[in-house]
């Protein structure tokens, strides 16, 4: 396993001003922030596409690996709750196809090949270096709340678990993570773990501009970060 500064040296030698997701992945990861089985794929590679399937074992999701899409979800290049081996090989094809027609140009370098995983609460946990202060840490309701209801705390690093817990309060999130009109209460402790790594990772690694783990799905036992996107600074 690489270590954060070498997968974020590796990306900064080619140039690059963010990692790609499944090196994202790679460095969360490396970092102690759980996230989803996963194994990148050369395109056009039909049978390790399907070796992987087996190993991973369905539902699964398939998303395109290029340094020319940004959006992934706007350039058709994700597909989720993939069932059999016949759907997954339309799954890369329709990429393929999408892609090709949102994005003329475009290389598609890889596949990543991921679990698909069980409904949960969605968070979002974000950081971000200021040039003034610092580094700082955002918390709230992540996935398709993020826009609608603009649920978010933010925190200066470092923080102490009181601050952190505190910082949550603030959020309509810790309504739900404490237990919402019968619904048990979450797993707050893996939801500080991550806080906590991730808070790390930007105190440590100076090249990071920006984290963001959106969303980080919760359950009663356990959370893992879904999508990680990550920013570097080039200086």
């Known amino acids: 396993m690489r270590s954060p ?3 974020i040296r ?3 030698k080619q140039g690059r001003t963010h990692l790609l997701e499944h090196e994202a992945k790679e460095l969360a990861h490396a970092a102690g ?3 989803p089985d996963h194994v990148v794929v050369r395109a056009n590679d039909d049978a390790a596409l399907r070796a992987a399937s087996r190993r991973l074992a369905f539902p699964l999701a398939l998303k395109a690996v290029s340094q020319d899409i940004l959006h992934k979800t706007d350039a058709g290049a994700v597909m989720l709750d993939i069932l059999d081996e016949r759907s997954l090989a339309a799954a890369a094809s329709n990429i393929q196809r999408s892609v090709s027609q949102h994005l003329p140009g475009a290389k598609i370098e890889a596949f990543l090949l991921e679990k698909m995983m069980p409904p949960g609460l969605e968070l979002l946990i974000g950081g971000l270096r200021d040039e003034q202060f610092g580094p700082s840490v955002a918390f709230g309701l992540g996935g398709v709340w993020v826009e609608a209801l ?3 705390a933010f925190g200066i ?3 102490t678990r009181d601050e952190r817990l505190e910082m949550m309060h603030l959020t309509r999130a810790w309504t739900f993570l404490k237990g919402f009109r019968g619904s048990p209460p979450l797993d707050l402790e893996t939801v500080l773990t991550i806080m906590d790594a991730m808070s790390r990772l930007l105190e ?3 090249e990071i501009r920006e984290i963001d783990l959106n969303p980080v799905r919760v359950y009663e036992s356990g959370a893992v970060a879904l999508d990680v996107r990550v920013v570097l600074n080039s200086r």
Do not use: F, R, T, Y
């Open 150 to 152: 603009k649920d978010a």
């Open 5 to 7: 500064s070498g997968i």
């Open 10 to 12: 590796a990306a900064l």
């Open 33 to 35: 922030i759980p996230v």
């Open 157 to 159: 690093l470092p923080m």
């Open 204 to 206: 440590q690694v100076p």
